[in-house]
């Protein structure tokens, strides 16, 4: 066979592969359609090759009753919450809207030739979203209860922490947006153990040391530069401690304190006085504002605190 014979079979092959492959362009093109293209679907309903008008209509058939209301599981009792109270709604004309038109891209058009899945447009309230999620936790919500050391006169008495458990909203709220529309079974909701941040161990552990070591002498507080001494008792009346993120962490009643050192602080605190007239000599005289002198309910609490852990 001549050079001009092969090339001129080449080129009728290359042609026909050409003309295939605009054939096969064209068919696709048209198989896709000038709607909404075929193959597309909404939460597994077929809208495809449809008007707008006739998607709207089905998506409001197929997805509007279960659009209307969402089931909750929780813990095994059964809830079912109208979605206007929870703040979720179905728009099924935004949803039509948002389809992707046939696209004349080669690349473009073989992924709608395989279908493709459009997410409804769903609008949130999030303040109802939250709000309905709150009561939901409130149901089965069994708060922790953290370890407490308090004072019987002397003794050291330590309440025992407790396992809690409670919703995890932020799942919860997932959850909840995840599934609408796209399921009619009951959407699991449970709560979560909640551990106290302080063991019962660790708590008797810190009661037998630092809180009992704690009652177990006078701590002096210096304030305004006079010495105030606080007795084992009145440190006992006023001093507890809670467990935090932190461990046992110590809390003083400033205002009973106040009240027990009342006579020793007296001889502190300078109250305040606001500007007068002094008309005694027959000339009114204006007698200065006075700024007062003293210790407020937070430094009190601080100082009997830290005199506290340097003496432990």
């Not at 014979?5 to 696709?28: H, I, T």
């Not at 939250?130 to 409130?138: E, G, N, P, S, T």
């Amino acid at each position: 066979m001549t050079d001009f014979g092969r090339a001129g079979r080449v080129a009728l092959v290359a042609s026909g592969v050409v003309a295939v492959l605009v054939l096969a362009y064209v068919g696709a093109y048209l198989w896709v359609g000038g709607g909404i293209p075929r193959g597309t679907t909404v939460v597994g309903v077929d809208i495809g090759g449809m008007s707008d008008t006739e998607a709207v209509d089905t998506l409001n058939t197929e997805l509007g009753p279960r659009a209307e209301a969402v089931s909750v599981d929780l813990e095994g009792s059964q809830h079912d919450i109208p979605s206007d109270q929870l703040g979720l709604a179905f728009d099924p004309v935004a949803t039509v809207a948002s389809v992707p038109a046939r696209d004349a891209t080669p690349q473009a058009l073989l992924s709608q030739i395989a279908g493709q899945d459009v997410e409804p447009v769903v609008t949130v309230d999030e303040k109802r979203l939250d709000h309905q999620v709150k009561r939901l936790a409130h149901k089965i919500d069994d708060p922790v209860r953290q370890p407490r050391i308090e004072y019987d006169d002397l003794s050291v008495v330590v309440i025992a922490p407790q396992t809690g458990s409670e919703l995890d909203q932020d799942a919860a709220t997932q959850a909840i947006l995840n599934s609408y529309l796209t399921t009619d079974e009951p959407i699991p909701l449970a709560a979560e153990r909640v551990v106290p941040y302080v063991s019962e161990e660790e708590a008797q552990a810190f009661a037998d040391t630092e809180a009992t070591e704690a009652v177990s002498a006078p701590i002096t507080l210096t304030i305004g530069g006079t010495d105030v001494e606080v007795s084992p008792d009145q440190i006992a009346d006023v001093l507890s401690y809670r467990a935090t993120s932190e461990g046992m962490t110590a809390r003083v009643d400033a205002e009973l304190l106040r009240e027990l050192i009342a006579e020793p602080l007296s001889k502190v605190g300078e109250p305040a006085r606001d500007a007068t007239f002094d008309v005694s000599s027959g000339t009114p005289q204006v007698v200065p504002a006075r700024t007062g002198r003293g210790v407020d309910d937070e430094s009190l609490a601080s100082g009997v605190i830290e005199a506290l852990e340097s003496s432990t």
